[in-house]
Structures are given as C-alpha cells and as structure tokens.
C-alpha cells in the first residue's frame, strides 16, 4: 500500500477525543481514521503522572500496531504526560496536543488563560510550551476538573453549566483576552464558555492539533489518494449505550462501526 | 498479638471512602485503621465492571496484606463489582458497602430512590439486595455521575451543587419518601440534598456499612483490647496538597500520617 494511504491513528483518553476525530473529518475528509478511545480508563484527568504516561504508551502502542501513518494524542492530559514515551516508541510520527495550542497561545500575545484538567494544568506542559515560544508571556492556568464531567454528562448549553463556567472562568483575571481550552471535551462547552465570557478569543486545544495534522500531511506524509470518503473506525476498551450516547455528542453524529477491544 | 487488637482495613476507590473512616472513628474510637486510597486511577465511577473488579482485588490484597481483622470495602461502586472476589482471596472477613444500605432499605419500606455513580447503578447491586430481602419494593435507581465530582471538587453547601442535586433528584418520583445514597461521597453532600428534597429520609450507605462493621465486632471478631484512642494509617496511591485538601473534606480533620503507595 502506499504510505500515504494508511490511515491516522487518533488516540483519546476518553470520548472528548472524538471533537477532534470531528474536526479531523472536516479538514481531512479522504483520510481514513482509525480512534481508539480508553473509555474503561474512566477521564485521565485526576490521574498520576506515571499512570497517564503508562496508559497513554499502552493505548498508542495498540494504535501503532494497525500501522498509521501518523499517530494524534487527542487529548490535552496524555499529551501532557505521554508524548515522549509514545514519540519514542511509536514507528511514525506523533502529534500531541500540547504544541498546537501553545503555538496559537504565543501568537496571540497578551495575558493568556488556560484552562484543562488537575493532572494537565499541575503538569505546567501548556505554559512551557508558550514560554518556550514567547517568554514572558503573562499566563493565568487553572484547573476545571468538572468541565470534563459536565461534557461527557453532556449538559451542554445549560444554565447550570453556565454557572460553573462562569465559577471557573472568573478566577481568570479578565485582562486576559484569550483563553486556551486545554482539554479537547472543553469544545463542546463553547455555547456556555463564550456567554460568560464574551469578547473572548477561544483556542481550541483540539481543532488547532486537527489543523497540525493536516500541516504534517502536506509538509511531507501525503494525503490520501483516493478521492471518496474515508472510512472512520472506532476501538473503545469499554462500549456501552451510555458510552455511545456521549460520544455522538463529541463526534456530531452517531458513532458506528464501534469494536470493544481489551 | 491478640487478634482482636489487629488493624481494621478500608479500601476506598477514592477520597470518598474516608467519610467511612470518619464514621468508623467515631464509632470505633478505639480501633486502628489502616486506609488504603487508590487515588492514582481517578474515580472507579465509571470504569467497567471487569476494571473495578481488578482494582478493587489488587487494593484489598494490598490491604491484606498488613493483616487487618476486617476489611471494609468503602465504595458502593467497588463493592457492587469487586466484593465477591475479594471475599473468595481475603484471609480475614470482608464487608462491602452494599448490603448495610440495602438492609436498611428493605426495613424502611415504602417506593426508594436510589443514587449512585454509572457503574454502581449500571450493576443493579443495590437493586437486588434489596428486592432479596424485601420483594416487591419499588425502586428509582438513578445514576449521578456529577456528584461525586461535586464531593471531590469540594463545592459543598454550594448554590451550584443545590442545582445540580434538584436537576438529579427531581428525576426520582417525590413519593420516594427514602432515598439511598449509594456513594460514600455523596453524605458530604447532604447540605444541598437536604434543601433540594426537604422530609427526604436519608440512608448513607457510609455511616451504614461503618455501623454494620461495629456489630461484625461485637458479633465475633472483638474489639480492640487497648483504651487509648486508636491510630489512623492512610496509604495513597497518589498523594497531592489537592489530594490532601479534598481528603481533608470527607475526614472531617487533616490528613496525617499519610504514604504514597505504588
């Protein structure tokens, strides 16, 4: 097969995984994709370091046996704790969804907020990756562990919903302009998250990684040469009506073509 | 050693289960505890059966190993699916949280809602130890998920929590005079419970399963011989100030004492 045939592998720590398998679609819709998502893991996000490295090298080492062409960590908290141990391990190439956003954060300038998991914003990854990049970048982090609950709870556009972003989002002084989702569940919350903070410039951890993918396409793995829609296969470690229920949220549609794998 | 004075062992999923300890103590002044945590996997609230079953085997057997008299599973969610098995390895007794709040289910008659996370209200635990002793009885089984999220985020007596609450519980008919909360988290919760269902009766599977562990002493294993206060031990699977800070809420006191555990 040509390699630019091959599909991307997508990896998520839960369903919120599949906003960017979504936005992947979109930007790229003659790859085929292939997800694989750690539902029985429960959200990573109040996990330890060694445990999101371990389960997130676990998850990508079964993904990389299906022989992608790139690998994608769709989501902030492994990113965070295992895209170097995957980087190293992996036989092709591995985006995370750290640099994406950190690279649209220091473009931006000014005061940034950002916001992600316990384990994500305690693993300082985002404010490195910016500082890195603009230092001296004023940058105001916070933890919103119930966002991700909420998502995947899929109260979505919903005054109770609203109250806990305006909770979280107002511990973020108001002279920053923009603020970072640094967990790719946060997208859907967006009806809630831009009316308690109008005037707020967005950047969505897990659109801008989509938008990297379709950059390493072009600057070197080769696009799909087949002009018809490609397929998108979903590998779940636990499925169940509930599972599916959410993810269609995170997806825009139904999710078929589910298998439960071990 | 006289094996009356051994340690009592208890195995939360969580921080969740030291609102168990509280109760214990309070009961038991006089006994040592050993409380083993597994704060490194995140909630088991929705993990799949067969996970929670291994986590749960895996703690206990660590718990063991320290030769406790009994051990007591403070987890409605890792009763409903790793009790039996852990009863078929422990050396010593094994008590869950099901059966003490399904007991006083039973007794107190009449339609019960039943509150839970997905996973324990997936498994039916409740359900069926209730129609066992008592058939017929009506139950509202509903799952909460954001709830425990709520307890370990420690927005208690919280005009968001009460929203959240009246959202859950407004789903169980108003003729469920009982309601079980069949999380050892959610008793921290009883501010908000309270006002969003006032007349409610109230059945803690915690407290319950921590008054169920004192008639398991009466009733064979004894009580401690000593008369000082007895000593508290927690081992943490992962231990964080935001660990401690939540941990702190369902102890009713700091966090002392505490290892980190692999």
Redo the contacts between chains.
């Keep these: 097969m040509n390699p630019r045939d091959l599909p991307i592998g997508v990896l998520g720590s839960g369903l919120g995984g599949l906003s960017v398998v979504r936005a992947l679609r979109r930007i790229l819709p003659f790859e085929t994709f292939l997800y694989l998502g750690d539902t029985?893991?429960?959200?990573?996000?109040?996990?330890?370091a060694?445990?999101i490295a371990r389960l997130t090298l676990h998850a990508g080492t079964a993904l990389a046996r299906h022989q992608p062409k790139l690998l994608v960590i769709a989501s902030g908290t492994a990113s965070a704790f295992g895209l170097a141990a995957l980087q190293a391990a992996a036989p092709c190439p591995v985006l995370g969804a750290i640099e994406p956003g950190a690279q649209a954060a220091a473009a931006a300038g000014g005061p940034v907020g950002i916001i992600g998991t316990?384990a994500t914003i305690?693993s300082g990854a985002f404010e490195a990756a910016i500082l890195r990049r603009s230092p001296g970048t004023i940058l105001y982090p916070l933890?919103c562990?119930?966002l991700a609950?909420?998502a995947?709870?899929g109260w979505i556009d919903d005054?109770?919903t609203d109250?806990?972003c305006r909770?979280y989002l107002n511990q973020i002084p108001f002279e920053a302009h923009t603020v970072l989702l640094g967990c790719t569940a946060h997208a859907t919350l967006l009806p809630s998250l831009t009316r308690v903070r109008p005037g707020t410039k967005w950047l969505d951890c897990g659109e801008l990684t989509a938008l990297a993918a379709e950059d390493m396409l072009r600057s070197g793995l080769g696009f799909r040469t087949a002009s018809a829609q490609g397929q998108l296969r979903i590998l779940l470690?636990?499925d169940?009506p509930?599972v599916r229920e959410s993810g269609a949220r995170f997806l825009g549609e139904a999710l078929e073509a589910v298998e439960q794998v071990g």
């Design positions: 029985a893991q429960g959200s990573y996000g109040n996990k330890s060694e445990t316990a305690r933890a562990p119930l609950d909420l995947e709870e005054p109770i109250a806990i909770r470690t636990e169940s509930r």
